[in-house]
């Protein structure tokens, strides 16, 4: 990366993020190749078509697929920066124990095609000290580099970790917008990184190490997991009291220093409700309010289960809409979805009854396979469905004028429609979430 000179990138894991950031790096004018081992990701891309739903991506990807100047591959290839962006899950353990074995395996390929003067970032929200290990891994495979922090002469590789903030349905934008934290094994990895960095980042990038940039990601995620968890254990102690949720959280939010989130059917996607546990499980004793903050979210789900299970009870026969499957508004991404588990759930219950209304799904989850539900759209459900279940605020429901559903027993989870009767005595009963 001397001069003017474009590096060359090597982007590992084309999903949800590492696609948007192959784009943005494309545009900058740097030669990418994207790498997925799944032959449909890559072949899609390839004809300058996107695989996910993201706001102005599929414009961008067909501009610098047709400029040549990014393309995807299932092989490794050399390159100067490597950046890695694949999952990293949780083992369904019990112990919630962080899985890193796709960074690792990331590594290992880079690790075959590395050459003096290459830049290695990792993307992936990761447990602390992933990096160093991922440095570790890479010194064992090519023991004829010098890497940093295994040498008291200049490394031949740069190693940094640089975690993404970004909003489904934002991304690009905040790729491109927001401040980076970009923590380097040694200063110089850092300055190193920042060097790439500029080359597509207007917002602010600060370096610092390795390990404070990986806990600063946990730690994002983990103030935002606990401030919702706040606002669903609320609610669900409003309707252990027979109040409203919203109303509460609605004259609270007057004070002038107290903004309480909204509570909903759980905490979903792949980071808030997935990031705390890799601060729990490298700090079990201290991290008590963390682990509380992921055990009411998740109980929240529960809760709503439980909640939506009786409603149906309580109206035999009726046909149900479980409205929403996605982990947030305006996305198509299931991931970690309380919506989608909740859903799930009652579609095994109550089979056939339940209809399902997902504008971002063209099909319903393999969970759902042999359970009689069906996916329908927004105008079939409340023209035949006499329960509705909000479990996604999503817009096109938002807009869902009272004359539409006045006859429907909703249950509430997003308060999307307070002007519903709270009276169980009146048609267009709502619950409260």
């Known amino acids: 990366m001397q001069g003017d000179t474009k590096p060359t990138v090597c982007v590992i894991g084309l999903g949800y993020?590492?696609?948007?950031?192959a784009a943005i790096i494309a545009r900058a004018n740097c030669r990418v190749t994207g790498i997925d081992v799944s032959d449909h990701v890559v072949d899609t891309i390839n004809r300058g078509e996107i695989h996910i739903e993201e706001v102005d991506l599929?414009?961008?990807v067909r501009g610098v697929v047709q400029r040549g100047l990014l393309r995807a591959s299932t092989q490794i290839v050399p390159a100067d920066v490597f950046v890695i962006a694949v999952p990293t899950?949780?083992?369904k353990d019990g112990q919630h124990t962080p899985d890193v074995s796709y960074v690792m395996a990331a590594a290992t390929e880079v690790a075959g095609v590395l050459k003096k003067g290459d830049c290695v970032i990792l993307e992936s929200t990761s447990p602390v000290g992933t990096t160093e290990a991922m440095r570790d891994l890479i010194a064992g495979l090519r023991p004829?580099?010098?890497l940093p922090g295994k040498t008291t002469d200049?490394?031949?590789?740069?190693i940094s970790y640089c975690p993404e903030r970004v909003l489904p349905g934002r991304i690009l934008e905040e790729l491109t917008h927001n401040d980076r934290s970009i923590g380097g094994i040694t200063p110089r990895c850092a300055r190193k990184a920042l060097a790439f960095y500029k080359l597509f980042v207007r917002g602010t990038c600060v370096t610092t190490d390795a390990r404070s940039a990986e806990m600063t990601k946990l730690v994002e995620n983990s103030f935002r997991d606990v401030n919702i968890a706040f606002a669903n254990e609320l609610s669900m102690i409003a309707d252990t009291m027979g109040l409203d949720v919203w109303e509460?959280?609605?004259?609270?939010?007057?004070?002038?220093?107290?903004?309480?989130?909204?509570?909903?059917?759980?905490?979903g996607g792949h980071c808030i409700a997935v990031d705390p546990w890799f601060i729990v499980h490298g700090?079990?004793?201290?991290?008590?309010?963390?682990?509380?903050?992921?055990?009411?979210?998740?109980?929240k789900m529960h809760h709503v289960l439980a909640r939506a299970t009786a409603l149906i009870e309580a109206n035999p026969g009726v046909p149900v809409a479980c409205m929403g499957l996605a982990f947030k508004a305006n996305i198509d991404d299931f991931r970690e979805s309380p919506a989608r588990y909740v859903a799930a759930s009652l579609a095994r219950e109550f089979g056939e009854r339940v209809n399902v209304v997902e504008p971002y799904a063209t099909a319903l989850p393999k969970e759902f396979d042999g359970t009689g539900a069906e996916l329908v759209d927004l105008d079939t459900a409340l023209e035949t469905c006499g329960v509705l279940i909000v479990l996604v605020d999503h817009d096109v429901f938002r807009v869902v004028p009272l004359e539409e559903r006045a006859s429907a027993v909703v249950y509430d989870t997003r308060g999307i429609w307070p002007d519903s009767s709270m009276e169980p005595s009146k048609p267009g009963l709502r619950l409260a979430s």
């Not at 993020?17 to 950031?21: A, H, M, Q, S, V």
């Not at 700090?283 to 109980?299: F, G, H, K, L, M």
């Open 17 to 21: 993020i590492g696609l948007p950031t």
């Open 58 to 60: 599929d414009g961008l």
């Open 89 to 91: 899950p949780f083992a």
């Open 144 to 146: 004829d580099l010098k």
């Open 154 to 158: 200049t490394p031949d590789v740069a």
């Open 248 to 267: 509460v959280i609605r004259l609270a939010n007057r004070h002038p220093r107290v903004n309480i989130l909204q509570p909903g059917p759980g905490v």
């Open 283 to 299: 700090a079990p004793e201290q991290s008590r309010i963390i682990r509380a903050a992921r055990e009411i979210n998740d109980a």
